[in-house]
């Protein structure tokens, strides 16, 4: 089994600060690697697909890089609407693995 | 658009089942896999199964192997998850999730998710 493992598990930012989320695989998934995005009392968002591929309706704050092992989602000028928990998640192989979620706080 | 809806989510006793549905609109439904995920109370997400576009793949988590089944009736565009012999660690919101391809891609599309309480 491939285990993600994110990091931090919690922040508190600012408003317009960058915030940096890192994903670490346990062995290399290539670019098999998405980021969602899951409000309170809400279902999960997809953000980035494949590592870094941007979608449609998602800001251009977003934005996602990495491959092999280590990934990371970056937030460029936090916004308030942007208090939520972030998981990352790997497709590559079964059984389908998530990161275990950062929450991020807004001051 | 594409629309996702959970139903048959319940409080039910441990060791009993429960059956799920999620009614997809708004894509072609038989050309895509589809995923149970589901996130216990305060938890994190959980991959439970996925069924591949044709239904004739099946994969589970090894925590519900053996005791649930995804099933899909392409001809009425609904996924289904049975539930059996259920215990209290399954208590969950179970969402069904679209996949982006045919098979192991990133879910582009959620259902809101159907609570399943398992209690006595």
């Known amino acids: 089994e491939i285990v993600l493992t994110q990091s931090p598990d919690f922040q508190s930012v600012t408003p317009k600060e960058k915030v940096t989320i890192t994903c670490r695989a346990s062995?290399?998934?290539?670019?098999?690697l998405h980021w969602y995005q899951q409000k309170p009392d809400q279902s999960p968002k997809l953000l980035i697909k494949y590592a870094s591929q941007s979608l449609s309706g998602v800001p251009s704050r977003f934005s996602g890089s990495g491959s092999g092992t280590d990934f990371t989602l970056t937030i460029n000028g936090l916004e308030a609407e942007d208090a939520a928990t972030y998981y990352c998640h790997q497709s590559s192989s079964l059984p389908i693995t998530f990161g275990q979620g950062t929450r991020l706080e807004i001051k | 658009q594409v629309q996702l809806v959970e139903s048959g989510g319940g409080v039910v006793q441990p060791g009993r089942s429960l059956r799920l549905s999620c009614a997809a609109s708004?894509?072609?439904?038989?050309?895509?896999?589809i995923y149970w995920v589901r996130q216990a109370p305060g938890k994190g997400l959980e991959w439970v199964a996925v069924i591949s576009y044709d239904g004739h793949n099946q994969y589970y988590a090894d925590s519900v192997k053996g005791r649930f089944t995804i099933s899909r009736d392409n001809s009425k565009n609904t996924l289904y998850l049975q539930m059996s012999s259920l215990r209290s660690e399954d208590t969950a919101v179970y969402y069904c999730?679209?996949?982006?391809?045919?098979?192991?891609?990133?879910?582009?599309?959620w259902g809101r998710g159907a609570l399943v309480t398992v209690s006595s």
């Open positions: 708004g894509f072609t439904f038989n050309t895509y896999g």
């Open positions: 999730a679209k996949g982006s391809g045919s098979y192991l891609t990133p879910f582009d599309h």
């Open positions: 062995q290399s998934i290539g670019s098999s």
